[in-house]
């Protein structure tokens, strides 16, 4: 009787055991598939970093674009209109979105600016950031040009002129000179902030012990607003340790500055921030003209002017799906209607000499509405050559 008792005792063991051992190797595999899920197999993998104040403004905010083998940075000013989530496509400043959309849709606003799906985000406060950086020890910029900005994060605030060289500064120094605004005859804070991340991810991830680093960042996971699981945070700085010094690109996204209504709009280069990313942004193909397709209208009554506007967009290598005369005559301007995506647009707008208007459907519905059944499947964009229209 007794036998059968510790037999039965044994059993009951060695099941125990099978069962953790099972559950054992079920976690791991688990956990490894997930963990390389966020670069997996070597392929690329997009993370919007963005550093807020309290009130959730956003102080700066750059792309990380990495594989195993690069790493490209693309610092977006905070300046910079982008065009909100939809219904509405409202334009907003870069620095509030995060406050008013989320971390997620600030993410896909940022994708459609850069032509990139951005799958992660990543958002931490300046005084989160700060103590981070202290906990990993100073981290040393290289100042390219001097940099003037009040330190609005003291009592009272203090002007801070930095010049060019590699400056090594603590948590508080090193986030206000990333966040704080440029004052006359200083650098951009965009510049500053790519500076300032750079040095963090050559210093700060790749100096200390993997040890060290993996350590950190589990106890700063908590306090991020992050979709990426604290196995994915790891596997990102594991990746970045194994990334040489001379596979790091890094720039800021090109813009320009217009005065509408008496304010300044800064706006992106579209044409040269996609150049900027296929550049640098391995395996992402460049928009060229045949890549779009263009239905063409006369609007200014001019003799064969959409038949002379569509030899023009072929021999520049577009694909015209129609020619026909628009609505009216009566158009004050050209117009790109834009069906499919806003980037197809500027590659139009860049092979015009002649002043041209891009709009949506929605905003431009009457004149939409009546060219609509005259539009073929397939058509990117709707052209209507307006008064003042010139080719070359």
Not at 99 to 125: K, N, Q
Not at 212 to 230: G, I, K, Y
Not at 326 to 345: G, H, M, N, Q, R
């Amino acid at each position: 009787m007794r036998g059968h008792i510790v037999r039965r005792q044994v059993l009951v063991v060695a099941a125990a055991a099978l069962v953790l051992a099972v559950g054992a190797v079920l976690w791991y595999v688990f956990s490894q598939s997930h963990v390389s899920g966020i670069v997996a197999d070597g392929a690329r993998t997009n993370v919007l970093l963005i550093v807020h104040d309290e009130a959730a403004i956003t102080e700066g905010m750059a792309l990380l674009s990495i594989t195993y083998d690069d790493l490209a940075l693309f610092a977006i000013p905070v300046d910079l209109l982008l065009k909100g989530p939809a219904p509405g496509g409202d334009l907003v400043a870069t620095q509030e979105a995060y406050a008013r959309f989320g971390g997620a849709s600030t993410a896909e606003m940022a994708g459609d600016l850069l032509g990139v799906e951005i799958p992660y985000y990543v958002a931490i406060d300046r005084e989160t950031l700060q103590g981070w950086i202290d906990t990993m020890g100073e981290t040393a910029i290289d100042v390219s040009e001097t940099a003037i900005y009040i330190d609005q994060s003291v009592d009272p605030p203090l002007r801070v002129e930095i010049r060019a060289g590699t400056q090594r500064m603590n948590g508080a120094d090193a986030a206000a000179f990333a966040t704080s605004p440029a004052e006359p005859g200083g650098s951009r804070r965009s510049d500053r902030f790519l500076a300032f991340l750079s040095a963090v991810l050559q210093s700060g991830i790749t100096a200390p012990s993997q040890r060290e680093v993996n350590a950190s960042l589990r106890d700063l996971h908590p306090a991020l607003d992050t979709n990426c699981e604290s196995g994915d945070v790891l596997e990102l700085a594991n990746v970045l340790r194994g990334v040489s010094e001379d596979r790091m690109q890094a720039a800021v996204v090109p813009t320009q500055t217009d005065v509408v209504e008496g304010g300044e709009w800064v706006q992106p280069l579209i044409v040269e921030t996609e150049r900027l990313v296929a550049a640098a942004v391995k395996g992402l193909d460049l928009l060229t003209p045949e890549d779009v397709t263009i239905a063409v209208f006369n609007g200014n009554g001019i003799r064969q002017m959409a038949s002379q506007t569509a030899a023009y967009l072929r021999a520049r290598g577009f694909i015209v799906s129609r020619i026909a005369n628009a609505d009216s005559f009566d158009y004050p301007t050209s117009y790109i209607i834009v069906l499919s995506t806003e980037a197809k647009a500027w590659v139009l707008s860049d092979a015009l000499i002649s002043d041209v208007q891009i709009v949506f459907p929605g905003t431009f519905a009457d004149h939409y509405e009546a060219l609509e059944d005259f539009i073929p499947a397939g058509t990117d964009l709707v052209f209507i050559a307006g008064d003042g229209m010139e080719l070359e």
